[in-house]
T-cell receptor, first 112, second 113 residues
Framework: KQEVTQIPAALSVPEGENLVLNCSFT??????LQWFRQDPGKGLTSLLL?????REQTSGRLNASLDKSSGRSTLYIAASQPGDSATYLC???????????FGAGTTVTVRA | NAGVTQTPKFRILKIGQSMTLQCTQD?????MYWYRQDPGMGLKLIYY???????DKGEVPNGYNVSRSTTEDFPLRLELAAPSQTSVYFC????????????FGPGTRLTVL
């Protein structure tokens, strides 16, 4: 069974610092990995989708890398802002399964 | 496209009451999902569907029922509501094929008193 882990569970940084969020998964047989953002009391917004054949994806200040063989993905957020404060979840789409496997998330606080 | 829409946004139920949470997507997605998220916790899959007429249980199906009579709609039925079903419920959808992106609705916040 695919297990997805996100460490740390919470992170607090001063504004302007770069954020590094980690996601690890146990089975490398995946179609893709997706990063989501969740604001308090809100739904999940898709940030980036990395296909299994890709090494990274970029969108603005966000960059996500994928190392399928080692079962790791990293989300980098450059020059963090207080508006980046949220919970970030990663999810993998396992081969042979209709359902995504989610991590528990990393809650980020960016201090002004 | 409106994406994934859910109604109602909020609801308070009394113990033993029943209700249906509505979910609709207009992206012609084959796969649809219902999750619950308890405060400070991760997502737990309740039920999912891979197409009209096909549904299957997730991790926490007890106390819930679903149906999928059309591609667009995937309602979640709560029978005999219990305080343990107090949670935020999210519906999600994805196009057929493992490589496709999953989209979420805004959620329904349910309180059972």
């Amino acid at each position: 069974k695919q297990e997805v882990t996100q460490i740390p569970a919470a992170l607090s940084v001063p504004e302007g610092e770069n954020l590094v969020l980690n996601c690890s998964f146990t089975d490398s047989a995946i179609y893709n990995l997706q990063w989501f953002r969740q604001d308090p009391g809100k739904g999940l917004t898709s940030l980036l989708l990395i296909q299994s054949s890709q090494r990274e994806q970029t969108s603005g200040r966000l960059n996500a890398s994928l190392d399928k063989s080692s079962g790791r993905s990293t989300l980098y957020i450059a020059a963090s802002q207080p508006g980046d404060s949220a919970t970030y979840l990663c999810a993998v789409a396992p081969v042979g399964d209709y359902k995504l496997s989610f991590g528990a998330g990393t809650t980020v606080t960016v201090r002004a | 496209n409106a994406g994934v829409t859910q109604t109602p946004k909020f609801r308070i139920l009394k113990i033993g009451q029943s209700m249906t949470l509505q979910c609709t997507q207009d992206m012609n997605h084959n796969y649809m999902y219902w999750y619950r998220q308890d405060p400070g916790m991760g997502l737990k899959l309740i039920y999912y569907s891979v197409g009209a007429g096909i549904t299957d249980k997730g991790e926490v199906p007890n106390g819930y029922n679903v149906s999928r009579s059309t591609t667009e709609d995937f309602p979640l039925r709560l029978e005999l509501a219990a305080p343990s079903q107090t949670s935020v419920y999210f519906c999600a959808s994805r196009l057929r094929g493992g490589e496709n992106e999953q989209f979420f609705g805004p959620g329904t916040r349910l309180t059972v008193l």
